[in-house]
């Protein structure tokens, strides 16, 4: 239902044929895991195979090079090579230092008093705009969600045959799929979660996605005859739940000042989540660097463990004055499975 990539885990629909559900992969489950790259990683998403987080691409350093930072939260740059031509000879010249400058320029970002000048940088803020293509992904997730609610079997298959061009690419997809504006209620809760709603209304289905707590979307279906039902998707344990629930009021079409609105409101929340990547990366650092310490492979099991747990308290400051809980709660976990699995 909702790609693997990010979290989604329930059991899929025979509504397509092995072929045609392949392409989904690669036109609609695709784009959308890369849409939201940046929170997979952060966050340590648990994806539909079990593992947890991702590689994070195409990060551009204050110096112009890219790079990327690995799902243990380990930074990786394509070595520079020059190439010059000397008495007929080509002479090819490696420079490895390229990543060793790149983690140190990251060393120097983690100084978060000075209001997160990296994160607030163009170019380590996501876009925080839809995609066409991320939108397939979305509105084949609600699709199958509703076609997994349904006992009509032949609504189910009328309604996947009206969107499948917005599938598979042969149309925009924005006559179904249409972006929600940002719910600031939304920001006092985890971002560990995806969750779609589904209802029928007037002639049609209509079905709420949300991913990882931050953008929602209305999918507009042809009427497929359901009972209204949340499906939640725990993205740390990798835990679900299917659920009767009441049909949602509100407007689902905001005017553009909304949007605009939203995509300030958004931003903070993104802002917020890749402050929590970075800190994790900062930690391992921390980690990384007190193993060479001498004196570390003489302790026991025990004082290995309270002295890496030093070394994060003494040298990892929080980003924010204030942290939400599940910031908190997310850095605490990470220190204690670094460590163990250290030690």
Request: aromatic share 8%; with cysteine.
């Amino acid at each position: 239902m909702l790609a693997s990539g990010i979290g989604g885990r329930l059991a899929t629909t025979t509504l397509l044929c092995c072929d045609h559900n392949n392409l989904c992969g690669r036109w609609a489950d695709d784009p959308l895991s890369k849409q939201f790259e940046y929170a997979i990683h952060c966050l340590e998403a648990r994806k539909g195979d079990g593992t947890r987080g991702t590689t994070w691409h195409g990060l551009v350093a204050q110096d112009g090079q890219r790079f990327d930072i690995l799902a243990d939260f380990t930074a990786r740059m394509k070595q520079h090579v020059e190439t010059t031509e000397t008495g007929g000879k080509r002479i090819t010249t490696t420079h490895p230092e390229g990543l060793k400058k790149i983690e140190t320029d990251l060393e120097k970002a983690y100084d978060f008093a000075e209001s997160f000048t990296m994160i607030r940088s163009d170019n380590f803020r996501p876009i925080c705009k839809a995609t066409d293509d991320g939108m397939r992904g979305i509105l084949k997730a609600a699709l199958h969600f509703v076609a997994m609610q349904t006992t009509n079997e032949a609504e189910a298959r009328s309604a996947a045959t009206s969107v499948a061009a917005a599938i598979f690419c042969d149309a925009i997809p924005t006559e179904h799929v249409h972006l929600q504006p940002y719910d600031p209620t939304r920001a006092r809760g985890t971002p560990h979660r995806h969750t779609i709603v589904a209802w029928n209304e007037d002639d049609v289905t209509k079905a709420l996605v949300t991913i990882f707590n931050i953008v929602t979307y209305i999918v507009i279906l042809p009427h497929v005859t359901i009972s209204p039902c949340r499906y939640v998707q725990d993205t740390r344990s990798g835990q679900w739940t299917v659920a009767a629930c009441d049909v949602p009021q509100g407007s689902w079409y905001g005017p553009e000042r909304a949007k605009e609105d939203w995509q300030e409101e958004y931003g903070l929340r993104v802002d917020l989540i890749v402050a929590l990547g970075q800190s994790k990366s900062h930690i391992a650092d921390i980690i990384r660097d007190a193993l060479e310490e001498p004196q570390f492979n003489s302790f026991s099991r025990e004082q290995k463990i309270e002295f890496l747990t030093t070394q994060v308290d003494e040298r990892f400051r929080y980003p924010l004055e204030r942290i939400p809980i599940w910031f908190l709660r997310d850095v605490n976990d990470f220190v204690e499975r670094r460590v163990l699995a250290t030690v």
